[in-house]
């Protein structure tokens, strides 16, 4: 009850600005178009988890996020330990990763749509590519700040060289990887939803998209907002999974 | 030549042991390249013989190399030049017969106090559950039962060098290398710590190598004082102690004071030039 209460009262400047909103909207200062009630907006929700057209594209988006920055984590992670561990990796990789780490990674949607079409495929590929470079640098940069005086212990307890390894840098990288990951999270939703505007016939940004065009604003801000509560769900759920890894840091 | 004859007739009134037995290093001298800029010579020509079973502390300023020292024992460091052996083995990298406590602890951050005191019995060949007894024993004696399921995050200071303290004695090695281990606690902290560790010593005797930079600590628990001159890092003198440890009021004899200041005049100018920051 408790716990309860005090989300409430920490949640509650998002009822006053819904509260804002609605009277806003309700006021007669700004056309039904551009800021529909929220009450409409609901209800305009409620219609389209019905037919099942929400329920289908966010299926579909939840699948290529998925998909992608699973794969993002995996190989960025592997390419990130690689280079940490071994100098020719990092000899080969860091100027690679140098050059693409500030590109904004929207500029790839053509290239991957001109290379596997409108469907998952272009969007798995630009989530994946976009999302691994955080992840790299998360786990390059954790594995490099590896205390040596860990492994020295290590070492001295009885443990081999590779053992040591793994024992105290993959654990000493985790802060880091797991920074990283959360940056590619996020990212990996900008993009989704970009993408799917652009080029795409499925998936929320398309949804949002086509009731935009075809003047349903109601509908189509309550996909914005489901795409918005879909990504603090996302950051929520990751957020305590970090909070219960790195439990031991207090 | 002057300070091997020095330093064998030292060693040999504590203890009579053969060349075989105890750390034996040669004519070690260590260059430190740092990741920019020219080599800086750390040691030179350092030949030193510590018996088995006798503590010595390695002392000198900041910057005299100590630490590094006892990194190359530790097997940390390639040796380069001259020979380090133990018990007649050259020493060739890190290993369970050479324990080591840190100034900062280095205790696994994500392993409870438990799963690090397990973590070198892991490395042993010990049935499950006398590992487990093994790891409680040492941490009932450094005083930590209570908190094995605490992570280091959790404990202060002094716990945490208790808990570094039982994980490598945990293993039974046959020396102990300290580096400045008490260096980072406050000064009752430091004091408890110090007669507890006097108190490990003389029930199971190891060979003790223990670097600080604190003359009182040095008289305090070594039988064998090594002064270092800073850059390049030599030894100056070995001084033999030759005080009574199991005396309770000992830091207050005039032994005691005399011992501490003949040390405290041979460090003195060392400390003053590595200041400084010009060698000999």
Known sequence: ?250 | MLLNKQERAGAGVWHEHTSMSGIVVEGLRHLYRPKRGAPVLALEDVTLSVGDQEFIALLGPSGCGKSTLLYLMGGFLPVETGLITMDGAPVAGPGPDRGVVFQHFALFPWKTVLQNVLYGLERQPLARGEREARALAFIKMVGLSGFENNYPSQLSGGMKQRAAIARTLAIDPKALLMDEPFGALDAQTRHLMQTELLAIWRRSPKTVIFVTHDVQEAVYLAERIVVMSARPGRIKEIVTVGLDKADPELTRSSAFAQMSDHVWSLVRDEAIKAQAGVGP
């Open chain 1, 1 to 250: 009850m408790n716990a309860l209460s005090s989300a409430v009262l920490r949640y509650s400047p998002l009822l006053i600005l819904a509260l804002c909103w609605e009277a806003a909207a309700r006021s007669g200062l700004f056309s039904s178009s551009s800021l529909p009630p929220l009450s409409a907006i609901a209800l305009a929700w409620v219609d389209l988890a019905r037919s099942g057209d929400l329920t289908g594209n966010t299926l579909a988006s939840l699948w290529r996020t998925g998909a992608g920055l699973g794969l993002a984590i995996v190989i960025g992670a592997v390419l990130g330990f690689a280079m940490a561990f071994w100098r020719g990796a990092e000899t080969a990789l860091s100027p690679v990763v140098e050059l693409f780490y500030p590109l904004p990674k929207s500029a790839l949607i053509p290239v991957t749509a001109l290379w596997l079409g409108f469907g998952d495929g272009s969007k798995i590929l630009l989530i994946c590519m976009g999302c691994m470079l955080p992840v790299t640098m998360g786990a390059f940069n954790g594995a490099l700040s590896a205390d040596r005086t860990l492994l020295w212990s290590a070492r001295s307890l009885g443990a081999s060289r590779l053992r040591s390894m793994w024992d105290v840098v993959l654990p000493s990288a985790v802060p880091e990887l797991l920074n990283g990951i959360r940056t590619a999270l996020a990212l990996s939703f900008v993009l989704l939803v970009s993408s799917e505007l652009i080029v795409s016939r499925e998936g929320l940004g398309y949804l949002i998209g086509f009731l935009g065009s075809n003047g349903t604003y109601e509908s189509m801000f309550a996909v914005v907002l489901t795409v918005a509560f879909i990504g603090f769900l996302a950051d929520q759920l990751f957020e305590s999974f970090v909070r219960r890894i790195l439990a031991w840091r207090d």
